[in-house]
């Protein structure tokens, strides 16, 4: 583990902030859609969490849930500029590019924090290399909580925002917009193929099984470090035993 020094911090609601750090070099090169762990320091307690931040970039960015009586975030959410931090040194993961086989257009689809991993994606120019046109829907539960949009209205991508608890012009689970037809309707995309389209699943352990449960029910293969597919996939969190969501 490194420690890494805290350059700034954006708060975006009770339950999410964001933070930036310094990279130091010992700190191994990562490809976009990699974790590496978390620590304040001062204890044994570590969590994963994506990078935000593209792989070019001189400094690390994380997006972080704030759960009040949650080992790490309870103490992390009240970090400051120029606080130190662990930063693991290894980033690791499989929500990578090159597990997925070539294709047309990216879909980045996300729910909470689980946009994460994505904002390193459509911020690492390589991303544009391969596809022709790529898609981030980012499904949350009130409009506050659509955090980097204005970010995102900037990078060269179709972003789709979805809200489940408030009214918005596109409401409700993506998932339920994606089984309706809604979404494509919506870009003026045609439905997903096998063919053209590389789906990214970042979201709750819940959310993750039920796209996977539909794409591999339509023939999508789930791509891995040794035989890329159509769909990969990352947890946003890990679900305690007898926790619903
Ligand atoms: C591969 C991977 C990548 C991750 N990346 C991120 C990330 O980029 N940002 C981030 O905030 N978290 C991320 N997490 C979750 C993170 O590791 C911690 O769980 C989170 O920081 C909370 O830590 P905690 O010790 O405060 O509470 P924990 O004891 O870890 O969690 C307590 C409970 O809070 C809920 N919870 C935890 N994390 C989340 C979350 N992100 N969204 C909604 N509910 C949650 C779960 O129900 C969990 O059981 C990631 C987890 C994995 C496995």
Redesign the pocket.
Known sequence: MNLETVVSVRHYSDDLFSFQTTRSEDIRPFKAGQ?TMIGMGDND?L????I?SAPSEPHLE????K?QD?????R?QHIREGDQIEVGDRPA?TLILDNLLPGKRLWCIAT??GL?PFLSIVRDPATFERFEEVILTHTVRTVQELAFAEMLATCPIRYYPTVTRESFHTQGRITERLASGAVFEDLSLPPWSVVDDRIMICG?PAFNNELRNDLQSREFKHGTNRAPGHFVQ???????RG?QD
């Open positions: 974790f307690v969590r994963a969490y994506s935000a994380f997006f972080s849930i759960v949650g080992p790490l975030t309870s992390l993961g909470g924090t994460a709750s990352e947890r946003a969190f890990v679900m305690q926790e």
